[in-house]
């Protein structure tokens, strides 16, 4: 039976005569557009030749392959997406959210004969810097860096981090600039590109979020078509699944919201968000909804902040508590690197795993040059477990916050 949308009637999730003939044709010639970026144009630091492109390994499919070999790509499997303290296999995690934005984004990107395999690796690398406990657990990273430090915590900028810095994986400019720039909170009905050329000028943006934040993120743009595609797949792949994990626990039903589709929104927003981007994007140097798809993303995406993501079990019941862990964390964590304590967890599951991680390859993790930033380091790439049972072992606040002891374990290399 086919979906209809009551609020927005002519999104039919069809493409016109007109681009399906476009479409057909590109898939089957298998010839990318002019405006897709090459495996050539790949730019990295090191010019190492084992990251050379090879007939087998092309540019981007290294970096897909060297996210995906990671061990804080692996934990985004126990990390929150939207819901947190909550023993449901079927409700997402962030490792699956990463896979649906890369198969979204793949679907536009084939349409569109962009290069798949940049846009898999920035998908795939886009929240590898998240926190545990979802955007709330950022913005309690956030908080307790920045009354410390005068900086701001982000997500997407500790994911480059994670990937350029904390694991020195030699990604490529485009995969970098797609990560930083992905992020879903700023939607925008065209995205243009921007003419960043190089790492000095990255490197200067990077830094500008670190001391700005918020203003400094809402400027980027990205600088590739593939990462424009990846930032609006964003939010085409969680606009729909939030609301069914929403159903799922318990915190809506089938009838809470205004277009009546209940958890078939998201099969309905998958087909519709796609189609109208491909139609709207054919053949352009930029990625673009028509002005009806742009207010229904902009409505749906609204309301889940009124009826899920504001929510009492999201945003309230837990946060202050939770916040006061991650300050107390933050402070002893931040102390054992100050006194030398190398039987902390930050020592033993942090320093110790990444200097062997790094030493294959000529590099060593300096965190005695920024304390606080390995400190932000190490929270970030907790999983929930993982950051409850941490806390239980050294707080007794979390022993009240968090009963349930055998559910979490604390284990790591």
């Given amino acids: 039976m086919e979906v209809t949308n009551k609020l927005a009637p002519h999104l039919t999730g069809q493409l016109s005569p007109q681009a399906q003939r476009a479409v057909a044709i590109r898939r089957t010639s ?7 970026t090459p495996n050539a144009a ?3 630091r090191d010019k190492t030749e084992r990251d050379q492109e090879s007939v087998l390994r092309p540019a981007f499919v290294r970096d897909a392959e060297k996210i995906m070999h990671m061990s804080a790509y692996n934990r985004l499997a126990g990390k929150t997406q939207v819901f947190s303290f909550r023993a449901d296999d079927d409700l997402a995690r962030r490792g699956l959210h ?13 349409a569109l004969g962009l290069n798949l395999d940049l846009i898999e690796a920035i998908a795939l690398g886009h929240d590898i810097g998240h926190t545990p406990f979802g955007h709330a657990g950022e913005r309690f990273l956030n908080n307790v860096y920045h009354a410390r430090t005068g900086r701001f915590f982000a997500h997407n900028v500790q994911s480059v981090r994670v990937l350029d810095v904390t694991y020195g994986r030699n990604l490529a400019l485009q995969t970098l600039d797609g990560v930083i720039c992905h992020n879903g909170e700023f939607e925008q009905q065209v995205f243009e590109t921007s003419s960043l050329a190089g790492f000095d000028e990255f490197d200067r943006g990077v830094e500008e979020c670190w001391e700005k934040g918020g203003p400094a993120i809402a400027r980027l ?5 593939e990462g424009c595609v990846v930032r609006v797949s964003d939010i085409i792949a969680y606009v729909g699944k939030d609301r069914q994990d929403a159903i799922r626990a318990g915190l809506c039903t089938e009838k809470s919201f205004d277009d009546g589709l209940g958890g078939a929104y998201n099969a309905w927003a998958l087909g519709a968000f796609v189609a109208d981007v491909v139609e709207n994007s054919l053949d352009k140097p930029r990625i673009e909804m028509s002005e009806e798809g742009f207010a229904e993303m902009r409505r749906a995406k609204r309301e889940n902040y009124e009826k899920i993501y504001g929510a009492s079990e999201v945003n309230g019941d837990f946060s202050r508590g939770v916040s006061e862990l991650f300050s107390l964390l933050y402070d002893h964590e931040l102390e054992a690197l100050r006194s030398g304590d190398e039987t902390s967890a930050i020592f033993r599951h ?3 795993p990444l200097g062997r991680h790094l030493a294959p390859y000529g590099r060593t993790y300096d965190w005695e040059s920024g304390p606080d930033l390995a400190v932000v380091d190490f929270i970030s790439s907790m999983t929930d477990d993982y950051f409850m049972a941490t806390c239980s072992e050294l707080f007794p606040k979390a022993r009240e916050l ?12």
Avoid: N, W
């Fill in 402 to 413: 968090f009963p349930r002891r055998g559910y979490f374990r604390c284990v790591r290399p």
């Fill in 221 to 225: 743009r990205p600088m590739t078509l």
């Fill in 30 to 36: 298998g010839t990318l557009s002019p405006f897709a």
């Fill in 350 to 352: 942090h320093i110790e």
């Fill in 42 to 44: 790949a730019l990295r």
């Fill in 98 to 110: 990463v896979q649906l934005v890369a198969r979204v984004a793949r679907d536009i990107g084939a």
